[in-house]
């Protein structure tokens, strides 16, 4: 199966072209901060710098997803990968001429990050104009095992380039990523039919997001797909990216060592889940989301439940298969099940909804563990996963019964 999808033509240069442009996006996003943190020894200015990499997206995110319905994905990406380039050069330019001040990296990243939301809805929806639908959950599957295979291995690739070329030279990566990904976005052939004709005017921006609000609306499994993931992602985010790191902090001196293990473990794990998903589904449904998501939330019940060391390892391994099948789902239903002249809105709605549910559980969480203990945050995080997870299977399952009774008594 992934010999035919990597013999596509358009669907190779999508997936390299992605997966390095993945490489750069995370090496800049650590320059970012690491340059920040040098510039200004301040801790505050460097959360500062965080934010500004998220922001954007809370902002601009769906009218993102807008533009990038109505435009030519084709030539919107290329020209969004080129702007880029003398951005993000401009940085190591302004290093070596000594003129290089925190507010220009906050200026350059709030940019950098505010292409971002319109190159992601228009990048990803391209995938269903070029891959028939029975290899999507496949190029899916190799699209997402390249962005988590180039987490894992960054790390590597950072400590090389910091020992020999310093935290300025990770620009310079990012810079030759968007080149080679506008030219291998020049070398795909989309077949663009989801382009809207009608006055693409201000007022015609916002009427289009409340365009497919409405459609998201009155779609239930896309309006059920939205809730979980909204609801499973802000019970995740603080435990994974905070919660975890305090918690083998207190059980352990070297929780930093620690916690790169993890996350190499958890890395590994779902590109491992990623690969074999394909062999046994070609087909998803939100009863696969929430069962994925049942296992994500076990995981994590997991962690606090025994919240010992050796233990983590195990629980990041659950929630490495629950989470790439509630997420490859995730983005299968968005494609099947989203028209294509929405594509673009229904990809910039669902990061939007992620970043929101992140800013939010950091923001709650970050109160509440100065009452709770980590544990009983872990504990209870994953507990209400997996009860929310099981509520809308249930629900899910006795919607389908009663439409198929509805569909017998009516033809009787």
């Keep these: 199966m992934f010999r035919k999808v990597w013999r596509n033509k358009h669907t190779r240069y999508y997936l390299l072209g992605g997966g390095i442009s993945k490489l750069g996006d995370v090496l800049s996003g650590m320059a970012f901060l690491f340059l920040a943190y040098d510039v200004t020894k301040s801790n505050a200015l460097t959360t500062v710098m965080a934010i500004a990499e998220t922001m954007p997206y809370l902002l601009f995110g769906l ?4 533009v990038a319905d109505w435009a030519d994905k084709r030539k919107l990406l290329i020209i969004l990968d080129i702007v880029r380039i003398p951005l993000v050069f401009s940085v190591v330019c302004f290093y070596y001429l000594d003129l290089l001040s925190f507010y220009y990296l906050l200026i350059v990243s709030f940019l950098i990050q505010s292409i971002g939301c319109f190159f992601n809805p228009a990048h990803r929806s391209v995938l269903p ?9 496949a190029v899916n599957s190799i699209n997402d095992s390249l962005s988590r295979g180039v987490k894992v291995l960054s790390p590597f690739l950072s400590v090389w380039v910091l020992n020999h070329y310093g935290a300025i030279h990770f620009f310079t990566i990012d810079t030759i990523t968007y080149a080679v990904s506008a030219w291998c976005i020049s070398r795909i052939t989309i077949n663009d039919q989801a382009s809207v004709v009608m006055n693409k005017s201000v007022n015609n921006l916002f009427r289009s997001i409340g365009e497919f609000t409405h459609w998201a609306a009155s779609h239930l499994t896309i309006r059920r797909l939205f809730l979980c993931t909204f609801i499973t992602v802000f019970f995740n985010t603080w435990v994974w990216e905070v919660g975890m790191l305090l918690a083998l902090s207190q059980l352990s001196k070297d929780s930093e060592a620690l916690y790169s293990m993890l996350q190499g473990v958890f890395g590994g794990v779902v590109i491992v889940t990623n690969i074999l998903l394909p062999f046994f589904l070609k087909r998803m449904s939100l009863l696969l989301y929430l069962f994925g998501s049942i296992i994500w939330g076990i995981g994590i019940t997991y962690y606090g439940f025994v919240f010992e060391i050796n233990h983590f390892f195990i629980g990041s391994a659950i929630v490495g298969i629950g989470l790439p099948i509630a997420g490859l789902t995730r983005i299968h239903l968005l494609q099947t099940l989203v028209p294509d002249d ?6 910039s709605t669902n990061a939007v909804l992620l970043y929101l549910s992140n800013t939010v559980s950091l923001a709650v969480y970050g109160f509440l563990v100065s009452f709770l203990s980590i544990r009983t945050l872990m504990l209870w995080s994953g507990m209400f996963i997996v009860c ?3 509520i809308g299977l249930l629900v899910t ?15 009787k």
């Design 63 to 66: 009218i993102g997803g807008v």
């Design 129 to 137: 104009a070029i891959t028939p639908e029975d290899y999507r959950t």
């Design 342 to 347: 929405k594509m673009g809105r229904a990809f």
């Design 388 to 390: 929310s997870s099981v």
């Design 397 to 411: 399952m006795d919607s389908a019964k009663f439409r198929r009774r509805f569909t017998i008594n009516l033809f």
